[in-house]
Antibody, heavy 121, light 110 residues
Framework: QVKLVESGGGVVQPGRSPRLSCVAS????????MHWVRQAPGKGLEWVAV????????YYADSVMGRFTIARDNSKNTLYLQMNSLRAEDTAVYFC??????????????WGQGTLVTVSS | QSVLTQPPSVSGAPGQRVTISCTGG?????????VHWYQQLPGTAPKLLIY???LRPSGVPDRFSASKSGTSASLAISGLQAEDEADYYC??????????FGGGTKLTVL
């Protein structure tokens, strides 16, 4: 069955640069666009970034543009989110999500369990 | 401030029907982008409830239905059950090729 497992979260000092990973299994990873979505404690969902199936297209939310980089390694079935210049407001649970059809855009039919990033000195 | 606007909360008694609205604009829902709905139980990842405006994934009860018109969409839940108590989010895209979510609606089953 489809499984998405995020890792890389934890307590991070402001300005540090952690990298989140999302390992996918149970589907043809190379055929699907993938997204990152985050949720600050007690708040709603916020879309973060998207990458096309082959990595050729990447788009970001204004709030992370220029600081975060989405990437993927299709040989490892792994999605990444490189987070630079972290701020307190980046504290959130970060979810990776798979698009329902073989496209970059669409609904998210599978989500990981999330990894909590806490930005604190 | 979310791009898509949802009511913060709705409530209903078991067996009743409730609706949750999702209002966007001309650059997102009104531009023709599909609307999708998610249910999130406390402490869990969101679950896809409705995709492409009106379609239910396999396993989602037909008590859940949705529609889209103009710059808005709505989710309806009929025959309310205690297990429906959760947060509900609408999601779409905008013409700048970014995902957008509603602020979420907390459903309380009285």
């Amino acid at each position: 069955q489809v499984k998405l497992v995020e890792s890389g979260g934890g307590v991070v000092q402001p300005g540090r640069s952690p990298r989140l990973s999302c390992v996918a299994s149970g589907f043809s990873f190379t055929s699907y666009g993938m997204h990152w979505v985050r949720q600050a404690p007690g708040k709603g969902l916020e879309w973060v970034a998207v990458i096309s199936h082959d990595g050729s297209e990447k788009y970001y939310a204004d709030s992370v543009m220029g600081r975060f980089t989405i990437a993927r390694d299709n040989s490892k079935n792994t999605l990444y989110l490189q987070m630079n210049s972290l701020r307190a407001e980046d504290t959130a649970v970060y979810f990776c999500a798979k698009v329902i059809v073989g496209s970059t855009w669409g609904s998210f039919d599978y989500w990981g369990q999330g990894t909590l990033v806490t930005v604190s000195s | 401030q979310s791009v898509l606007t949802q009511p913060p909360s709705v409530s209903g008694a078991p067996g009743q029907r409730v609706t949750i609205s999702c209002t966007g604009g001309s650059s997102n829902i009104g531009a023709g982008y599909d609307v999708h709905w998610y249910q999130q139980l406390p402490g869990t990842a969101p679950k896809l409830l409705i995709y492409a405006n009106t379609l239910r994934p396999s396993g989602v009860p037909d008590r859940f239905s949705a529609s889209k018109s103009g710059t808005s969409a709505s989710l309806a839940i009929s025959g309310l059950q205690a297990e429906d108590e959760a947060d509900y989010y609408c999601q779409s895209y905008d013409s700048s090729l970014r995902g957008v979510f509603g602020g979420g609606t907390k459903l309380t089953v009285l």
